[in-house]
């Protein structure tokens, strides 16, 4: 299978920055465009409720997201990856890049990590991973992140 353009959500987790490094390896050798995207979901979650943070707090955070999201990008060119965009949205993060992915037709892969939750953490907290897969109009290939090894 060829791919175009690759969406790479990331939360910077251990299993986005082994994403990153999949989607690079897929893009480094060719003109492929990769994405970077980050969904913060501060900005809908400090808004409900009896509970506020304040405008110059919310505001702390998301420049530290963006930022964070800059340094990926920088990442990402130093692992070798030729034309990186960025992404930074706000709101449900599996809806959001669903979204991206449906919005850009040259997206024709998600490149995605996990944080592989199993039995009642998975219930409780779900999968944004397995949100995307069902809703994504295109491929999505889920990276784990890598095991240290005894």
Same mark, same amino acid.
């Given at each position: 299978m060829r791919f175009t353009k690759i969406l790479c959500p990331v *939360?910077?987790?251990?299993?986005?920055?082994?994403?990153?490094?999949? &989607?690079?390896e897929l893009v480094r050798d060719s003109?492929? &465009?990769l994405v970077l995207a980050h969904v913060s979901e501060l900005l809908p979650w400090s808004m409900r409720g009896d509970f506020?943070?304040?405008?110059?707090?919310?505001?702390?955070?998301?420049d530290s997201e963006q930022a964070e999201l800059a340094r990926w990008q920088v990442l990402a060119k130093e692992l070798g990856a030729h034309e990186v965009a960025v992404r930074f949205l706000t709101g449900v993060p599996w809806d959001q890049i669903?979204? /991206? &992915?449906?919005? *850009?037709? &040259?997206? *024709?892969? /998600? /490149?995605m990590g996990t944080h592989g939750r199993t039995g009642l953490a998975h219930v409780l907290l779900g999968s944004v991973a397995e949100k995307v897969v069902r809703h994504a109009p295109c491929t999505v290939l889920v990276?784990?992140?890598?095991?240290?090894?005894?």
């Open positions: *939360d910077f987790s251990p299993g986005s920055r082994e994403a990153l490094r999949v &989607a690079v003109s492929k &465009a506020q943070l304040s405008p110059a707090i919310s505001q702390g955070i998301v669903v979204t /991206v &992915a449906r919005n *850009d037709r &040259a997206i *024709d892969l /998600v /490149v990276v784990r992140p890598e095991e240290p090894r005894s």
